[in-house]
């Protein structure tokens, strides 16, 4: 009996990562456990919600922050799971928090972005893991290293999971005062070119950091054909004990979930639904090109300023044609033309000029 019961609870989960949108929600901290099962309940009664996540041990920073309520939590979402019928997942980023899991019947294992940047970590899980039955979810590293995230895919793979998703959950731009983690939409469109059959979820929570901006991201991620979202959800969440700006409550997720258009491709899709994915990604890019030109532009007049305080020219021809040399060769190898790689970094450099003309003479 025992063995039908497992049997079935695989097909189940077999079947939940196959629907379209898949949406994973829950809280950023597992406190209590009057919390957990209340905010499973809540989410259960959106009728919207598949896989209940809660954090159990939380990787922090720094010491004193709270660090999840540990492995007493995980029989909180083991009643929970039983309660709803939802499925479940949680964070794992030793191979004993991972044993600890599979006990409590985990239905999904996922790496977090403090896991992923480090190989090591990741080797130790995918070693603990071989020959596990288990679907492993993979956030990006902290970091803007499309490497390191495809490492981490190339070593869980190597263990034997057949079932591995991906998560973009934004990445660390200092500075950056729109999002806790900047979206870069540009990495995570190559990730997703790289690894079409994964399953690709977008994490808007810690994309956005604060809850008044999640449906714009989200909308963002389901324009890009993402299969799904993770969003975080507190019963209560302005009394959360970790991340409590960018939680919701299980009815507001409901709503949110209302307002997102869902987009969705097919094989029999017209032709004008294909180009518009594609319009919408160069827009993101474009978008983001803009930005880190804005970005560069600061630098030149932190550069002007420089020179005008030295008694420096603005034009440093050798340094410029070193650039441009570099430029070119680099894109060469991304199939551009040398002639439109003069003409952008050109019309680069004179904006540049002219900031730095700006400040030198103001």
């Known amino acids: 009996?025992?063995?039908?019961?497992?049997?079935?609870?695989?097909?189940?989960?077999?079947?939940?990562?196959?629907?379209?949108?898949?949406?994973?929600?829950?809280?950023?901290?597992?406190?209590?456990?009057?919390?957990?099962?209340?905010?499973?309940?809540?989410?259960?009664?959106?009728?919207?919600?598949?896989?209940?996540?809660?954090?159990?041990?939380?990787?922090?920073?720094?010491?004193?922050?709270?660090?999840?309520?540990?492995?007493?939590?995980?029989?909180?979402?083991?009643?929970?799971?039983?309660?709803?019928?939802?499925?479940?997942?949680?964070?794992?980023?030793?191979?004993?928090?991972?044993?600890?899991?599979l006990h409590f019947g985990v239905d999904i294992l996922w790496?977090?972005?403090?896991?992923?940047?480090?190989?090591?970590?990741?080797?130790?899980?995918?070693d603990a893991l071989r020959g596990v039955d288990v679907p492993v979810l993979i956030k990006n590293p902290i970091n803007p290293d499309l490497e390191l995230w495809t490492g981490a895919v190339e070593r869980i793979d190597r263990a034997g999971i057949k079932d591995i998703g991906l998560i973009h959950r934004g990445f660390a731009s200092y500075g950056n005062s729109e999002?806790?983690?900047?979206?870069?939409?540009?990495?995570?469109?190559?990730?997703?070119?790289?690894?079409?059959?994964?399953?690709?979820?977008?994490?808007?929570?810690?994309?956005?950091?604060?809850?008044?901006?999640?449906?714009?991201?989200?909308?963002?991620?389901?324009?890009?054909?993402?299969?799904?979202?993770?969003?975080?959800?507190?019963?209560?969440?302005?009394?959360?004990?970790?991340?409590?700006?960018?939680?919701?409550?299980?009815?507001?997720?409901?709503?949110?979930?209302?307002?997102?258009?869902?987009?969705?491709?097919?094989?029999?899709?017209?032709?004008h639904q294909t180009l518009e994915k594609y319009r919408q990604q160069i827009n993101h890019l474009d978008d983001e090109m803009i930005q880190l030109i804005g970005q560069r532009m600061k630098i030149a007049d932190q550069i002007g300023k420089y020179k005008k305080e030295n008694g420096i020219t603005i034009l440093q021809t050798n340094r410029w044609n070193e650039i441009l040399e570099k430029a070119v060769l680099k894109g060469e190898k991304k199939g551009l033309s040398k002639e439109f790689i003069t003409k952008y970094f050109d019309a680069i450099h004179m904006e540049s000029i002219a900031h730095q003309n700006k400040v030198m003479n103001d």
């Open 111 to 126: 790496l977090g972005a403090r896991t992923t940047v480090n190989p090591f970590s990741v080797q130790d899980l995918a």
């Open 179 to 271: 999002y806790r983690n900047a979206p870069m939409w540009h990495l995570a469109i190559e990730m997703k070119r790289r690894y079409p059959e994964l399953l690709f979820i977008n994490d808007p929570s810690h994309i956005c950091g604060r809850r008044d901006n999640l449906v714009a991201v989200a909308q963002e991620a389901i324009d890009l054909d993402y299969d799904g979202l993770i969003i975080e959800s507190h019963i209560d969440p302005d009394k959360a004990w970790s991340d409590a700006k960018q939680q919701v409550t299980p009815e507001r997720l409901g709503a949110m979930l209302d307002e997102i258009v869902w987009r969705k491709e097919t094989v029999h899709a017209p032709d």
């Open 1 to 101: 009996m025992e063995t039908a019961n497992i049997a079935a609870q695989k097909e189940k989960v077999m079947q939940v990562l196959k629907k379209r949108p898949l949406i994973i929600s829950g809280p950023c901290s597992a406190e209590t456990e009057e919390q957990v099962m209340a905010t499973a309940l809540g989410l259960k009664a959106t009728g919207k919600v598949d896989v209940l996540r809660a954090g159990i041990w939380k990787p922090r920073t720094r010491p004193g922050s709270f660090e999840g309520i540990g492995t007493k939590g995980l029989p909180w979402l083991q009643a929970a799971k039983d309660a709803t019928g939802l499925l479940t997942a949680v964070e794992v980023a030793t191979p004993k928090q991972a044993e600890d899991a």
